[in-house]
């Protein structure tokens, strides 16, 4: 299911608060009790963003997973 057009979000710390404002007012807005965030492994480039969304303790309400997937294997 689509819940938000696609976005982009800087990769720093303003972009991830960003992204995690939207996720939290999705999750709020329809009520969900759980999100799961898949995102494509880009070397060291993703890891600072699939740590700040795990253990934001806003986003652990929700019951947070963050996933990566090899980039070979997920398609657009």
């Not at 990769?11 to 999705?26: F, K, Q, Y």
Request: hydrophobic share 40%; with cysteine.
């Amino acid at each position: 299911e689509i819940v938000s057009k696609r976005q982009k979000f800087s990769n720093d710390n303003p972009g991830l608060e960003a992204l995690i404002n939207l996720v939290l007012e999705i999750c709020h807005s329809n009520n969900f009790e759980s999100v799961v965030i898949g995102l494509e492994s880009t070397s060291v480039y993703s890891w600072h963003l699939q740590m700040g969304l795990a253990s934001n303790y806003q986003l652990a309400s929700y019951h947070c997973q963050v996933y990566t997937f090899n980039p070979k294997v997920v398609a657009n």
